[in-house]
């Protein structure tokens, strides 16, 4: 069974840093393309970045192009979003999720979801 835990949400200061990452559990990162998604209130949830089962990330959002990074440790099967330079625009509930479609911003390519963790971008 496949499981996706994310963690390292919080409260940020606008322009500061924070790392998120997402556990997954019952497959390796080999099988899966791993993307990252956030959804603000009332909004859409949106792609941010994905990063593919052989290994190479991309952003998908413009917004966070420069700011943002998605990384992997295959060893603890754990894919990190490196986030610099955040904004109150990048407050939300941030999704990692898997699935076999490739990278994509669509959210009905990705068939397994974690239960998402808060980032609220505050002074």
């Known amino acids: 069974q496949l499981q996706l835990v994310e963690s390292g949400g919080g409260l940020v200061q606008p322009g500061g840093v924070r790392r998120l990452s997402c556990v997954v559990s019952g497959v390796t990162l080999d099988d899966y393309d791993i993307g990252w998604f956030r959804q603000a209130p009332g909004k859409e949830r949106e792609g941010v970045s994905c990063?593919?089962?052989?290994?190479?990330?991309?952003n998908l959002a413009e917004s966070v192009k420069g700011r943002f990074t998605i990384s992997r440790n295959n060893s603890r099967n754990t894919v990190y979003l490196q986030m610099t330079g955040l904004t109150p625009e990048d407050s939300g509930i941030y999704y990692c999720a898997a699935g076999r479609g490739g990278c994509s911003a669509s959210v009905h390519l990705y068939q397994y979801w974690g239960q998402g963790t808060q980032v609220t971008v505050s002074s």
């Open positions: 990063i593919r089962r052989s290994g190479g990330g991309t």
